[in-house]
């Protein structure tokens, strides 16, 4: 419910907002209706609407668009109602009249001039008041955001209900599958036979439960179909629901009854049904398709969380489909002399979701040429169950729509896309006529791809037992291609779904010589370091490229975060987005990159605002880039001459191929289980080392005991207070290599800046061991090696470095790279420089000294570091390769201002305490432990705890910043207990035998931060 006061600030503004217009002689109805936009975004924020501007309908009169000022729309794009400005020198009722002769909606509308309002609810005028007065203003706004048409209150109910009850429906099933599976033999027969179908035609190493999941997503949505598109017979005419119903009559054969069983469901498909079918709140096709999508994504999301969350569900708006439908269609016309109906056009979705693409591409073709069309060159596939099913209805309901007979689509295959990459042929992929279907579709000459691919990378944690898939062929290309030709060091990212995509497309578009591929996907190929092979491929391989950045990455910070702001999937996924579109011509050379970006603080629906006011891309204004010798596409800020800079490491000279100054360099340790082998209480580590050592031993002795070895994904138990699996101690299982607890492998480590904890350095329990033990093989040689750490090669966050004494974490600097002074064998001994002899040749001859020792380059290296204006001159390179190192003209300043620096910040806890302000809360008794320290707003002051605050902080200790914090906001964020969601463990930076501790340190950043800003401003 919306409750407005007059004195309210928003209501206040609007008057005063007005009598500035007024006294300006203001009066255009585009200027003066800002104003009140302004006030109906407050009011939509406070009801959970969302205010689209210029949100378009389709005429009910004629086939054209209405336009109308706003439109107030739910999370589930139901409409709730609309507004339409007008100036105050308009005939009001006049241009109400002519409005509704064209149409115009009257469910909940309210026609607006800037001192006057007439609403009409379910056609009748209800409000028709000067609104002068802030008085009537809330009146009317009142009136119209608490209104609620009957079938949007029954809808709301019914979601609410749904979700209460759909959990408990889908565990009931599980509970029953797994109870008929132990006492009917009919069924188990039946279920077995399906699973085997499942891994042959889909997955392999499908877990059994996901194939249970399978068989309840089809009870559950068999239900969703029926009422939403009044097909009692798909199951009967659809050739996979009909496999699966042979396995649910096996299961409901003697003691389940379907309907009585989703009963309490009723109405909620039927409220489904209603709101579906009522053109007051979904005008058009597009409305209606944008629902049923919202509808199948939250069900979805929320009852198959897992497999949302693998392969990153989200569906594309309805303004960038028909952008991209639409540029494909140009592209065609104006390039190939062809369209999307052109006989041998065939045109696939490999990822088709609802369906969207494959309905806008049958809706853009005549009704006479649209019955070959569906039948022979369209195509899609789909490897989740429940969204082929609702794609298939979606295109078999249009094509009904459009021609007037139901017919099925011979064109949508059950299967993983990137299966059809592989060489075999399916014995069976899923139903005989699905099996064919995909055999056909492997022969096929696709010319257009068109689609959103899967986002994710990967699941988040291995407990889960939810990863992506690999894939023998495809990712034998990539490696081939885009990992070959990578400069990169971690490589990772080019095994992301959506990159398997390009590859695949590129390579069937590659094979036939000529064709379109048109993706909306991550935009992290554009500038990302790892893709500079990618980059390389896609402009060697296509002769048109365009790119249009639709920003959004929400895994960023500060100012670059405000700028990408809004994502084009409505914040639904974090990743940045772009509309990609490659085209190949036969017997052409000439090669043309085309890159626009949408600018920067646009919210999500500005953004489809711009796509959808573009049409296609050839409207777009396109600004045309030129790739450098290194794959970059996006050039701006980078400096030539650092090339030429003296390089500080390449894996050339780890080789001994080429000199650089450190012979090696390595990555921070990565644990991928932090909670369990990172502590600050070395007792409470050991304990939970123990706990997770032993279970880990009886999951080793079990499968030694095993002659018949089964997938270690299905056999591991998953307990998270008990283990915390991922893919390397999964593999150390498959070996069967047993855990030793050892106390010597209880380490000190820099886990964040200025944060050491204790680390168990274990080459099981840490994912990746990196070479530590040769850098700081023992405790005794952290009294003698340094090692400065930076930001990798690829981070997203500004450029630092620190120097540190011991073993450091992956993210201490952002993804780190770390360049020891020292290196060691295994043991401790054999002690040797890792700055290179020809480094120190290089650094004597160009200064002209032999005093100058490998010490003294490294200290000066780490000055440079810090150097401002080397960091700003070079922030570009920085994120594209490991720094080079510029020969100033005082070696010496440098070298000396590196040291200081160095031990300031490797011997923090030695340094002087700042006198800050101790404030005690005379209300509270003495008290030392930190729960969570907060910073204030002025940022002059820390509240320690209710019982203390420290004072006086000067605000210049802020300028000392490591990425997108300052050292000390680092400290205040990282020393609070912190209780690990998964597994319980409470890691407690308090100190029982030292109370003050914590206090002691943050007085002591706060003098190493002045400091350090003292000793850069010098350079």
């Known amino acids: 419910m919306l409750k407005l006061n007059e004195n309210l600030k928003i209501v206040k503004n609007y008057y005063i907002e007005l009598d500035q217009y007024e006294k ?63 100036d105050s020198q308009d005939d009001l009722d006049k241009e109400i009249k002519l409005k509704f002769q064209k149409g115009y909606p009257a469910i909940n509308t309210i026609f607006q001039a800037p001192y006057h309002a007439v609403i009409f609810q379910n056609k009748i005028k209800v409000f028709d008041e000067p609104i002068d007065k802030p008085k009537n203003l809330v009146t009317a706004l009142e009136l119209l955001f608490n209104y609620k048409s009957e079938p949007i209150a029954d809808w709301e109910q019914a979601v609410e209900q749904f979700k209460e009850k759909i959990p408990a429906l889908a565990q009931s099933l599980l509970e029953l599958i797994e109870k008929e599976m132990q006492n009917n033999h009919h069924f188990r027969q039946a279920y077995r036979s399906f699973a085997d179908i499942i891994r042959l035609s889909i997955n392999p190493n499908i877990s059994e439960s996901a194939i249970e999941e399978m068989l309840i997503q089809h009870l559950l949505t068999e239900q969703i179909f029926s009422s939403v598109f009044n097909n009692p017979d798909f ?37 489904i049904k209603n709101v579906a079918n009522n053109s007051d709140l979904l005008f058009d096709f597009a409305s209606k398709q944008s629902f049923l999508n919202t509808v199948y994504e939250k069900f979805f999301q929320g009852f198959a969380v897992k497999q949302a969350d693998t392969l990153g569900i989200v569906y ?42 494959i309905l806008n591409i049958m809706r853009k073709i005549k009704k006479t040429e649209l019955q070959y069309k569906y039948r022979h060159e369209l195509h899609c596939n789909e490897v989740m169950l429940l969204p082929y099913y609702v794609a298939t209805m979606n295109i078999e309901h249009t094509y009904y729509e459009l021609i007037g007979e139901y017919e099925p689509f011979p064109g949508a295959c059950l299967v993983d896309t990137f299966e059809l990459a592989e060489s075999r042929q399916l014995e069976l992929g899923f139903s005989e006529e699905n099996t064919q279907r995909i055999e056909q579709l492997k022969q096929t000459p696709i010319f257009v791809y068109i689609s959103n691919p899967p986002y994710n990378a990967g699941q988040v944690n291995e407990n889960d037992n939810n990863k992506n898939r690999k894939y023998p062929t495809i990712d034998r290309r990539i490696r081939e291609t885009f ?52 980059r390389k491929h896609i402009y060697e391989n296509f002769n048109l490229i365009y790119h249009f950045n639709l920003r959004g990455n929400a895994r960023t910070s500060g100012e670059k975060r405000r700028k990408e702001k809004g994502n084009i999937f409505e914040d639904k996924i974090r990743v940045g987005v772009g509309i990609t579109i490659l085209v190949k011509f036969k017997n052409r050379n000439d090669k043309k990159i085309f890159y626009y970006d949408i600018g920067d603080y646009l919210t999500s629906e500005e953004k489809r605002k711009i796509v959808e006011n573009f049409g296609n891309i050839y409207n777009v204004p396109w600004r045309e ?38 012979s090696i360099f390595i990555n921070g340790v990565k644990t991928n289980r932090d909670s369990w082998v990172y502590n600050w209480n070395k007792n409470v580590l050991i304990k939970n080392i123990k706990i997770i050592t032993d279970t880990y031993n009886y999951h080793v002795f079990k499968y030694q005991q095993l002659e018949e070895k089964p997938n270690i994904d299905d056999f591991v138990e998953y307990d998270d207070k008990k283990i915390s699996w991922d893919s390397h101690l999964k593999n150390c299982l498959k070996y069967l290599q047993f855990a030793k607890y050892n106390e010597n492998q209880i380490r000190n480590s820099i886990y964040r800046p200025f944060v050491k904890q204790f680390l168990y350095y274990d080459r099981i329990l840490n994912n990746t061991y990196t070479l530590f033990y040769k850098i700081f093989p023992t405790a005794e040689s952290e009294n003698e090696n340094r090692v400065i750490a930076f930001t990798a090669i690829g981070c997203s966050k500004p450029f630092h470095s620190l120097m540190i004494n011991c073993i450091p974490d992956m993210h201490l ?106 404030i005690e809360n005379p209300n509270e008794q003495l008290d030392y432990r930190v729960e969570k320290m907060v910073i204030s707003k002025d940022k002059q002051s820390i509240k320690y705890n209710d019982f203390l605050t420290l004072a006086g902080v000067p605000l210049e200790v802020y300028n000392y910043r490591l990425g997108n914090r300052s050292a000390l906001e680092w400290v205040v964020d990282q020393y609070r207990v912190k209780v690990d969601p998964r597994s319980g463990i409470v890691n407690d930076p308090n100190r029982a035998d030292d109370p003050t501790y914590i206090i002691r340190l943050i007085k002591k950043i706060v003098t190493v931060s002045l400091e350090t800003i003292k000793i850069v401003e010098s350079l």
């Open 24 to 86: 300006f002689g203001i009066s255009h109805e585009t200027s003066v209706r800002e104003a009140f936009r302004k006030v109906l975004d407050y009011c939509c924020k406070q009801t959970n609407l969302q205010l689209v501007s210029e949100y378009s309908i389709e005429n009910p009169f004629k086939k054209t668009k209405i336009i109308i000022d706003g439109a107030f729309l739910d999370h589930f794009n139901l409409t709730h109602g609309f507004w339409e400005a007008k």
């Open 235 to 271: 199951v009967k005419k659809n050739i996979i629901a009909r496999q699966i119903e042979s396995v649910v009559d096996a299961l409901t054969h003697k003691y389940f009854n379907k309907q009585e069983f989703f009963k309490p469901l009723n109405p909620f498909f039927a409220s």
């Open 316 to 357: 594309t708006p309805q303004p960038v489909v028909n952008f991209m439908v639409d540029s494909v269609e140009q592209i065609l016309r104006r390039e190939f002399n062809r369209s999307l109906a052109s006989p041998g056009v065939h045109i696939l979705d490999p990822f088709v979701g609802t369906g969207n693409f």
């Open 483 to 534: 990992v070959k030709d990578s400069k990169a060091t971690n490589k990772n990212v080019l095994y992301d779904p959506y990159v398997r995509a390009f590859r695949f497309a590129m390579d069937k578009i590659m094979e036939q010589g000529e064709g379109i591929i048109a993706f909306i996907s991550n935009n992290g190929f554009i500038d990302g370091i790892a893709f500079d092979g990618m």
């Open 625 to 662: 880039i030129v790739p450098d010798s290194n794959h970059t596409w996006l050039t701006e800020g980078l400096q030539e001459d650092f090339d030429s800079l003296v390089p500080l490491g390449t894996k050339e000279a780890k080789a001994g191929k080429e000199n650089a100054l450190f």
């Open 813 to 918: 600097c952002g993804d780190t790279q770390c360049f020891p002074f020292y290196v060691y064998e295994v043991d401790g001994s054999g002690r040797r420089e890792n700055i290179s002899d020809w480094a120190l040749e290089l650094f004597r001859n160009h200064y002209h000294d032999e005093r100058i020792t490998k010490w003294d380059i490294f200290y000066y290296i780490y000055a440079v570091l810090h150097k401002e204006d080397y960091r700003q001159r070079y922030q570009q390179n920085l994120r594209r390769s490991l720094p080079r190192i510029p020969l100033y003209e005082n070696f010496w300043k440098f070298a000396q201002a590196g040291r200081k620096l160095g031990d300031l910040h490797v011997n923090y806890e030695q340094a002087e305490e700042y006198p800050l302000e101790a």
